[in-house]
Each structure stands twice: as C-alpha cells, then as structure tokens.
C-alpha cells in the first residue's frame, strides 16, 4: 500500500536564495520590459526611476548568485550530483520524463522520478536548471554590468561588437528568463498536489509517496 512520507528536501539557505532570487528576476524582468518600451509600458514611473530599481534588482540578484555558487560549492559541497544529469538521466531519464509532462500525467500515473536530498531534480529540471544557472545567468549578470559602466568599460564594450549587440544580447537572454518564469510556475503545479512542489519553499518539507509492503506473519 501506499503511505505518506514527510522528506527535508529544501534546507533554510536554499529557500532564502530561492525567494531573493525569484522576487529579483522578476522586479528586472518588469522594468526591463519598460525600459525596453517606454511608450507602452509604465509601471514604476519614469524612466530613470525604473533603470535605477533594474540596477538595484541586477546588483541583488548577482549577489543572490554568488551566495548560491558559494552555498553548493563550499557548504553543501554537492553542485554536482544536484545539477548535471548523469548518462542514465542522458539515455533515458529525460525521456521518461517527457512522458510523463506530455501524457502520462495526464492519465493519473506517478511522476517516474522520486525526489530525495540528493536527488531533488528529475533529469529535465537538471538539463535546464544548469543551462540557466552555470550559462543564461552568468552572461545576464556579465552583459547588465557592461550596461551599468558603459563608459569605464568602453573598449571591453567595443571588442564583444558594440552597444546594439550586448543590448540586443542581454534583451534575449532576459527573455529565456521571461519563458522559464512562465514554465517553471506551470510545471511546478504537477505534483501530486497542485501546491505539493511549493511547500518545501516555504517550510523546506516535502510529502512524497513511499510504498511500504504488509509485514509477512511468522509461522507458529
């Protein structure tokens, strides 16, 4: 039979980072868009207002950043195991896992990856979750501070092809942030809850399903 299992999945550092950095993806995703287009877009007044909160939210997240690094590489010392897919994951866990967010959920059947502490992501959330974290962010952070210091950083600026390239590069990276945000808040829904997979932000436990057999009687 099936019994309810309360995992610690989520420890106190991880979650703070989480929600620092959700909350600042998201400030610079929204002045982002108003910068990008000031005559349709007003949310935080005028236009120097939103370009100083973007830097304030850029500044938080790329310290958000190195505390995470700094957390899974000195302290939990597993960045590794928790975020590159192994060649089982490669051959066939993601697909599995396509399976499973395409039809299988659909039909009631369980998620085909069990989440533990030192397996919290399923093969697919690994694949992206170290394209966004070790690629996609550092160049967002990398391309926002050429941004900032313009000037000072003028010949780096002139070799990586100009102005219009990074300002071209850093609005299609923060449009892949964009896309995920939409993503991520959608497949975090499939659980065996709809809110199963938000929980653990909040208190760091998950409830997982663990199958446990009869205890055979002993004979007389």
């Not at 610690?8 to 980072?17: A, Q, S």
């Not at 877009?41 to 370009?51: D, E, L, P």
């Not at 923060?174 to 065996?192: D, E, K, P, Q």
Request: hydrophobic share 50%; net charge positive.
């Amino acid at each position: 039979m099936k019994r309810k299992e309360m995992i610690y999945m989520t420890p106190m550092p991880v979650r703070i980072w989480h929600w620092l950095n959700a909350f600042g993806i998201v400030t610079l995703c929204i002045t982002g868009l108003q910068i990008r287009f000031p005559d349709y877009i007003n949310v935080f007044g005028s236009y120097k207002a939103a370009i100083r909160l973007h830097n304030t939210a850029g500044v938080v997240v790329s310290i958000s950043y190195l505390l995470w690094l700094t957390y899974y590489i000195m302290v939990a010392k597993n960045l590794i195991r928790i975020y590159v897919p192994t060649m089982e994951d490669l051959k066939s866990g993601v697909f599995r896992q396509i399976c499973f967010y395409a039809l299988t959920y659909f039909q009631g059947k369980p998620n085909p990856h069990h989440s533990t502490p030192e397996s919290k992501f399923n093969p697919i959330q690994k694949l992206v979750y170290l394209m966004i974290m070790i690629i996609l962010l550092p160049l967002v952070i990398f391309s926002g501070v050429l941004l900032m210091y313009v000037a000072p950083l003028r010949e780096l600026l002139l070799l990586l092809g100009g102005i219009k390239i990074l300002v071209g590069t850093h609005f299609l990276l923060a449009c892949c942030f964009t896309s995920f945000l939409f993503v991520h808040i959608y497949l975090a829904t499939l659980g065996h809850t709809p809110l199963a997979h938000f929980k653990p932000m909040w208190n760091g436990w998950e409830e997982e399903e663990a199958s446990t057999a009869e205890p055979h009687e002993k004979s007389p």
